[in-house]
């Protein structure tokens, strides 16, 4: 099986408690981590506010942090390579990353209210990681 | 005899703001408890203590016996070097691994107000969970008590990693509890201890201040909702009955507190209560400690020292006068819970509409008498009001609606606890101020509240506040950021208020380490409720003036770059014109003909700042 480890940016009051905003990628990756987890996909994540050794002890981790910072998290590997940085897989590029054949989008994983749409998306919105709308 | 003396637990706790006396009455009860023949441990987790001082010895973070107490071992912690600790537990192996700017990142995600309860709290279980202590000790007196707040979260199984590791988004203000997982039984049976009503009592300390009280009805809620349900009250400082003949000032004082004592707020009444009277001394030593439970009428110590302060003790007006050259700008009070913030920002705000300035005042104050009493009565003067509970009420929903609809039940109630942490709310109320903040370009904005450079910090690294304030903001001109706006002191100036007592200018200059950190530095000091500007005859108040001017020249000195006093009032500063009162150079004492010493104008004290 396929691993992936995410590299989170440190996430003190993660849930959205210290900002004025909710961040709702946020939610929406632990929506599909959740999905991910539930299709045999094994997702390790890491909080640099939490588990700050983990990123030290991993060479490809501590070079990106050194080159672009912790604002250029977060971080996915796939079997130790970089995947993809500075924002979340959506649910379809999780699944390719995995090898999984993605579920078709019937129904989203949520109504999201946010005024970012919902996770759902085939063409994975290139944000960065404060922008919304 | 006190009835919170009578048929005490092993474990006595004292809670209650900064400035109340629970370091003399945990002092005191030690020596009586000792004196009895038990054998006693004190603990201070107050930042301020000062234990070493009462017993003149230096304790410190060891078990220390007291030598002029025999029985008597006490303990010093301090949270903020227990909260560095517990940083270094998490950021220690990886400093100088990784980069700097990470470490420092990592590190400002762990120096929250939460972080250090935690740590504190982490010292608390040791002691009640030791075994060996409770057979060397028949009592342990604390002089602090952890917040409900702090406890819930530990009693939220998802409050620990092992739980987080799983659900990666129920990561809580705490930030790791990792660096506790080894300590998580101990929580459990520690609060286990702190629910029995055998082992543990906890008392409650007061002054004779409404809002002082009001605040002690929350702490007891809180603390009851989660099985400390073994209350004492202490009202402390009680002004006696025979000071109020000396003069106007001190029949207002007395009439005032008896009133509040008489209107206890009534989930207060149903517990034991015991009352102190103000005592002439300062409360160090075995000596003067011991006769705080005697109704002794010491009388008034004779060593009254009565001399006129040698320095200059500025006026409010003074500090208007500054504030009012730059023709507009921000202005923001801060300083812990009673010491009068939002009376000192009226009093600003009064005083530079008098002057013909336009001000926009907006307040949090709970109780609206203030705002209500302003609004639409002055010219150039605009009073808005921000609930700070509907604010957070409203942004918890929010919150709560939004993220907490997809998480489960275990997610759902970590959610709920950390939007119970102290930052929401100053987090709600400050973006509710926000909306108002940029108005401060044209006029004065005077607001009665102020972020802690912690939540600023986070706010500014994740550009969520700079986002919010944009968000507001319809000019398309070149964006200065919230930040740099607060950081410049041609645009913004932070006001600390505090009283000339130790523990208040010690939390008051806590405030201001905190906002250095986020690059604001404190402009101005304003100590307020002072007797030694008041002019009184009383000679118990004419003592306690006398022990202010330690505190004062501590402000002078080692923290405010200027500072101004504001006497006591005889009555509450309601309205415009005892507002103006405060702001405008004139002695505000009654009917006294008699000047106040050192009231002339004096120029602004100034130091560099370090």
């Known amino acids: ?133 | 005899m006190m009835l919170f003396l009578q048929n005490t637990p092993p474990f006595l706790f004292f809670t209650g703001k900064g400035g109340v006396g629970k370091t003399s009455l945990s002092c005191a009860t030690a020596i009586h408890l000792a004196k009895q023949g038990k054998k006693v441990l004190l603990v201070s987790t107050d930042p301020a203590s000062n234990i070493g001082q009462v017993f003149s010895q230096t304790i410190g973070n060891t078990i220390t016996d007291i030598a002029t107490v025999s029985g008597l071992s006490a303990l010093e912690i301090d949270p903020q070097q227990a909260a560095q600790q517990y940083r270094d537990r998490i950021v220690g192996p990886v400093r100088g691994v990784l980069p700097e700017s990470v470490v420092r990142g990592i590190e400002e995600g762990l120096s929250g107000a939460c972080t250090t309860e935690i740590a504190a709290f982490d010292e608390f279980t040791e002691l009640l969970t030791d075994e060996s202590l409770m057979g060397k000790y028949e009592h342990i007196i604390f002089d602090t008590a952890p917040t409900g707040h702090t406890i819930r979260l530990l009693q939220l199984p998802s409050a620990w990693s092992g739980f987080i590791d799983e659900n990666p988004e129920g990561a809580s203000c705490l930030g790791p509890l990792s660096g506790l997982e080894k300590q998580r039984d101990r929580y459990t049976q520690a609060v286990s201890v702190l629910s029995d009503p055998n082992r543990t009592r906890l008392v409650l300390v007061s002054r004779a201040q409404q809002s002082t009280l009001d605040e002690v009805v929350r702490t007891h809620k809180e603390l009851a909702d989660i099985g400390f349900s073994q209350q004492h009250l202490v009202i402390n400082g009680v002004l006696p009955e025979k000071e109020a003949s000396h003069d106007v000032l001190a029949a207002a004082l007395y009439q005032r507190e008896q009133k509040a004592i008489a209107n206890l707020p009534e989930v207060l009444q149903s517990l034991p209560l015991d009352q102190l009277p103000l005592k002439a001394q300062n409360l160090v030593g075995v000596e003067a400690l011991s006769g705080l439970f005697s109704d002794g009428e010491e009388g008034t110590t004779n060593s009254l020292d009565n001399s006129t302060p040698s320095m200059p003790l500025p006026h409010l007006s003074t500090l208007v006068d500054d504030i009012a050259t730059t023709g507009h700008g921000l202005i923001m009070t801060m300083g812990k819970g009673g010491v009068g913030k939002t009376t000192m920002a009226a009093a600003i705000a009064v005083a530079l509409a008098k002057q013909g300035h336009s001000v926009h005042l907006t307040t949090s104050d709970p109780a609206a008498h203030l705002s209500e009493t302003l609004a639409g009565s002055m010219d150039n003067l605009e009073v808005s009001r921000i609930d700070p509970h509907q604010e957070t009420t409203r942004y918890r929903q929010h919150i709560l609606d939004t993220k907490g609809k997809n998480l489960d039940e275990q997610g759902r109630l970590m959610l709920e606890e950390d939007l119970r942490s102290p930052c929401t709310e100053e987090i709600a109320v400050f973006q509710a101020f926000s909306r108002i903040i940029r108005e401060s370009s044209q006029k004065f904005v005077v607001m009665d509240t102020a972020p802690t450079g912690h939540t600023l910090l986070l706010l500014d690294a994740t550009g969520a506040y700079h986002r919010e304030v944009t968000r507001h903001t319809q000019e398309n001109v070149h964006v200065v950021t919230p930040m740099m706006r607060l950081q410049d002191p041609a645009q913004t100036k932070v006001i600390v208020v505090t009283l000339a007592e130790t523990t208040p200018v010690l939390e008051a200059a806590n405030l201001q380490a905190d906002l250095r950190r986020a690059g604001i530095e404190p402009w101005a000091w304003v100590i307020n409720n002072s007797l030694t500007v008041s002019t009184t005859s009383s000679p118990l108040l004419k003592q306690r003036a006398a022990f202010e001017l330690a505190q004062i020249e501590a402000v002078k000195t080692n923290y405010a770059q200027r500072f101004a006093l504001v006497p006591m009032q005889v009555d509450e500063p309601v309205g415009i014109q005892a507002l103006l009162n405060l702001g405008q150079q004139k002695t505000v004492t009654a009917a006294e003909s008699e000047e106040s010493p050192s009231q002339q104008d004096v120029v602004t004290h100034q130091h560099k700042a370090s």
């Open chain 1, 1 to 133: 099986m396929t691993k992936i480890e995410v590299f989170d940016p440190a996430m003190c009051c993660s849930t959205g408690v210290c900002g004025p905003d909710v961040d709702q990628k946020f939610v929406d990756f632990a929506a599909n981590v959740d999905w991910g987890t539930g299709q045999g996909i094994k997702i390790q994540r890491y909080n640099l506010g939490q588990q700050p050794m983990e990123f030290a002890n991993n060479s490809t981790v501590k070079s990106f942090l050194e080159r672009s910072g912790a604002d250029a998290l977060p971080l996915i590997l796939v079997e130790g390579e970089i995947a993809l940085a500075g924002r979340y897989p959506t649910r379809d590029e999780l699944a390719r990353l995995a090898g999984v054949t993605p579920a078709p989008a019937v129904s989203a994983p949520k109504q999201s209210s946010g005024c970012c749409g919902s996770a759902k998306s085939n063409t994975p919105s290139n944000t960065t990681s404060s922008s919304c709308c």
